[in-house]
């Protein structure tokens, strides 16, 4: 069975810094990786994903997301926060060939807030 | 927006009582699912579907069971609810077919006392 671990469950960041979620999935085969968002009191928001092709993938509101096989990782990145991305993130992978059509695995979320 | 109508949007209840949960989807995608997020646990897949009557079990299936007869519906119900089932539950479809990210509604918030 697939699994996806999410290493930070809590960060906090001030406003400009940088940020790295890491993220890495166990799963021998072929995967699809996404990286959602959940806003405060909202639901989740697809950010990126990666099916296959260029392994730097770039999603929305200035994300992107780094495929590394040989690590089993998708870790994701924006070069400067702002205080809107407090959020939950969490990292998702499906099997490719599975079609998807079996579900997400998601990981445990890391929990963002960013200080003004 | 996927056009996805979860209700209802919040339901406290007590221990034992049989509770229903419905999602809508407007676009008449074929795959279905039924989530749970808890504090510490992410999301887990509860069941899905992949169109009318044609339905499987997720990684926490245990306690629930879930409908599809018709294409824009898929029930999750809760046959006699514990509190360990409370939680809040996502649907969620997946657009464009085999393996395309999944588009959420916006959870229905469970309190089983």
């Known amino acids: 069975a697939q699994s996806v671990s999410q290493h930070n469950h809590h960060v906090i960041l001030s406003e400009a810094a940088s940020l790295e979620l890491g993220c890495n999935y166990s799963?021998?085969?072929?995967?699809?990786l996404f990286w959602y968002v959940q806003y405060p009191g909202q639901h989740l928001q697809l950010l990126l994903k990666?099916?296959?092709?260029?392994?730097l993938v770039k999603g929305i509101k200035g994300f992107e997301a780094e495929f590394i096989k040989s690590k089993f990782s998708f870790n994701l990145r924006k070069p400067s926060v702002q205080w809107s991305d407090t959020a939950e993130y969490f990292c998702?992978?499906?099997?490719?060939?599975?079609?998807?059509?079996?579900?997400?695995?998601f990981g445990k979320g890391t929990h963002l807030i960013i200080q003004p | 927006d996927a056009g996805i109508t979860q209700s209802p949007r919040h339901k406290v209840t007590e221990t034992g009582t049989p509770v229903t949960l419905r999602c809508h989807q407007t676009?008449?995608?074929?795959?279905m699912y039924w989530y749970r997020q808890d504090p510490g646990h992410g999301l887990r897949l509860i069941h899905y579907?992949?169109?009318?009557?044609?339905?499987d079990k997720g990684e926490v299936s245990d306690g629930y069971s879930v409908s599809r007869s018709k294409t824009e519906d898929f029930l999750l119900t809760l046959e006699s609810a514990t509190s360990s089932q409370t939680s809040v539950y996502f649907c969620?479809?997946?657009?464009?077919?085999?393996?395309?990210?999944?588009?959420f509604g916006d959870g229905t918030r469970l309190s089983i006392l």
């Open positions: 969620a479809i997946s657009v464009s077919g085999l393996g395309q990210p999944q588009h």
């Open positions: 799963y021998g085969g072929t995967v699809n």
């Open positions: 990666y099916f296959s092709g260029d392994p």
């Open positions: 998702a992978v499906n099997e490719e060939g599975g079609g998807g059509a079996d579900g997400l695995t």
């Open positions: 676009e008449n995608h074929r795959y």
């Open positions: 579907s992949y169109g009318v009557k044609d339905t």
